[in-house]
């Protein structure tokens, strides 16, 4: 997702936070992202019905996170993942890159130093887990490895791609490397997804190629 951050100016005439018993189920609505952060085998962040300790404070945190960038960025309740609908005034599914926290770190910090602003993701993987693809316009939360909000993301475009027809450009928009290292890297984790999911890995497949924007970064740079 982006790579130059696209921060709005504040306003003051935003409409409060959602509900607590607005929380969407992050683990049903998660947003798939790719090999550095696979669709549905991202690390989705702890539903708030089961939270406690740790993961309760992990909700207070994206809540605050949410209100900040909402009214920073001038963010109205109905502008927001899920439709123009009641699921609109509530906070956007929250997402960490990557199957770990080391990947999740680094790839957020080449989301946050301009260098990466796509991300992709293999297209039987939402099917196989019954999850919608990502439209343009969808609001996200980019969470580092430890679960803590670092920025939200806005999807500028979305393109379906046969995995042998991807590009040099969207290498390059992923900020991992040459194409073949892209390939090489993004052919392994789709297999190993794939398996987890118990799914044929079929390299003529097609990817999900998602790229997005910063909307708003909790370090106010």
């Known amino acids: 997702m982006s790579r130059n951050d696209s921060q709005a100016a504040g306003r003051d005439d935003v409409a409060p936070g959602p509900s607590e018993e607005g929380f969407v189920n992050d683990v049903a609505s998660e947003r798939g992202r790719s090999s550095d952060g696979g669709a549905p085998s991202d690390r989705s962040l702890p539903e708030e019905s089961s939270a406690n300790g740790a993961e309760a404070g992990t909700q207070t945190e ?3 996170f949410w209100t900040r960038a909402r009214n920073v960025a001038g963010i109205a309740p109905l502008e927001a993942v899920l439709g123009q609908d009641d ?15 080391e990947m999740s770190d680094r790839l957020a910090k080449l989301v946050l130093d301009g260098e990466k602003s796509a991300t992709s993701a293999w297209l039987a993987s939402y099917e196989a887990e019954g999850i919608d693809i ?17 920025a939200l993301l806005r999807t500028a475009d979305v393109r379906k791609i046969p995995f042998a027809d991807v590009g040099p450009e969207i290498a390059q928009a992923e900020g991992e490397g040459t194409l073949d290292e892209w390939k090489a890297e993004h052919r392994d984790f789709f297999a190993r997804e794939c398996a987890a999911l118990g799914i044929e890995f079929d390299p003529e497949g097609e990817v999900v190629v998602e790229f997005f924007e910063v909307v708003y970064r909790r370090d106010g740079a």
């Open 87 to 101: 699921a609109a005034s509530l906070r956007p599914p929250a997402f960490a890159f990557g199957d770990g926290p």
């Open 134 to 150: 990502p439209e343009v316009g969808d609001l996200s939360i980019m969470c580092d490895g430890a679960d803590r909000p670092l």
């Open 62 to 64: 994206l809540e605050a």
